[in-house]
């Protein structure tokens, strides 16, 4: 475990550092040095994003929030426009380890983790959300994630900050099935997001986390509910259809089987919530 470890005070001094052979990006360190620790990555050196204030920002526009590369989940909760605009987002970082790892860790880490059951990755899918690159350029978090653990993060680049648009939603709900209450990876969590008056939807999105390789959002789902009452038929329609779509693993914390199901199952929590339409 035989790394030089930098901190640069500047991105100047971030691009350059990170432009060295063998270096790793480093903001909370919760995902990275568990990688290091366990062998699976071997890092000649580790630069720190934490002493760069150029990155540590948040705000609040009219139109959306941006959020800071090295802004922890914390200092997010705490963020009053993050609780008004984006409930969902709380409630899925909320879930987030603990509060030791929610006052290291950083969403922009979530992202870059690029991990299926990334909690807070699933909202971003959810909210539209764009991941703006040091070179410039903003891509959505859709085509950003390419795979497990895959970005199309350009090599030596490094992400700047997250923008999320604002809407109004008249339903958000976020859920994490895991084998404890807390501390938990998820065997399968879902979210979704509706506009919709008088039980009759308008806008619908739903997202599924654990059950793909990549965080799913089911768009053809989505787009079936445009316009139906939230009633128990409709939530059975959905139900079935989540059911042919998800498509997980078997693994330490969950069979395929009982992870389709439970994926088919949460649907039903809609009817409750429909109730706030
Ligand atoms: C005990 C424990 C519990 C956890 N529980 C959960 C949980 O419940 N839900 C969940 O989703 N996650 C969980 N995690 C995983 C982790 O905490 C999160 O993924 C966290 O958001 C990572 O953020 P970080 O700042 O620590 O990232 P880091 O570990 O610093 O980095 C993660 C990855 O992102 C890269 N990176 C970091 N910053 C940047 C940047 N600015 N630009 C480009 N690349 C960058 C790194 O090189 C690395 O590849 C847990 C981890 C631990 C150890």
Not at 25 to 39: A, F, Q
Not at 170 to 187: A, D, P
Not at 244 to 259: F, L, N, T, W
Request: hydrophobic letters at 40%.
């Amino acid at each position: 475990m035989d790394f030089v470890f930098m901190i640069p005070n500047t991105e100047e001094e971030l691009k350059t550092q990170l432009s060295e052979p063998g270096s790793f990006l480093m903001t909370g360190g919760t995902d990275l040095l568990v990688k290091v620790r366990i062998g699976k990555i071997k890092p000649k050196r580790v630069v720190s994003t934490i002493r760069i204030p150029t990155l540590h920002f948040l705000k609040d526009k009219i139109d959306e929030i941006v959020i800071g590369a090295t802004i922890t989940y914390s200092e997010l909760m705490d963020f009053k426009p993050l609780i008004k605009n984006f409930p969902l987002l709380y409630d899925a970082i909320y879930t987030v380890g603990s509060p030791q790892i929610r006052n290291r860790g950083t969403l922009v880490g979530n992202v870059v983790n690029a991990s299926p059951a990334g909690d807070g990755l699933l909202a971003l899918y959810l909210l539209n959300a764009k991941i703006e690159i040091s070179d410039g350029s903003v891509v959505p978090v859709e085509e950003f994630v390419t795979g497990p653990g895959q970005t199309a993060l350009p090599s030596g680049e490094y992400v700047r900050a997250i923008h999320i648009p604002k809407y109004d939603w008249s339903v958000h709900y976020f859920e994490k099935v895991g084998q404890r209450n807390s501390m938990t990876i998820s065997i399968a969590s879902v979210g979704w997001l509706i506009r919709c008056k008088n039980r009759i939807i308008d806008e619908f999105r739903i997202a599924y986390g654990s059950v793909a390789p990549t965080v799913l959002r089911l768009r053809d789902v989505e787009e079936f509910a445009k316009g139906k009452h939230i009633d128990e038929d409709f939530t059975h329609s959905i139900s079935k259809m989540v059911e042919e779509r998800v498509h997980p693993i078997d693994d330490v914390r969950g069979s395929a089987k009982y992870r389709k199901i439970l994926c088919a199952n949460l649907v039903y929590r809609m009817i409750e919530e429909g109730t706030k339409c």
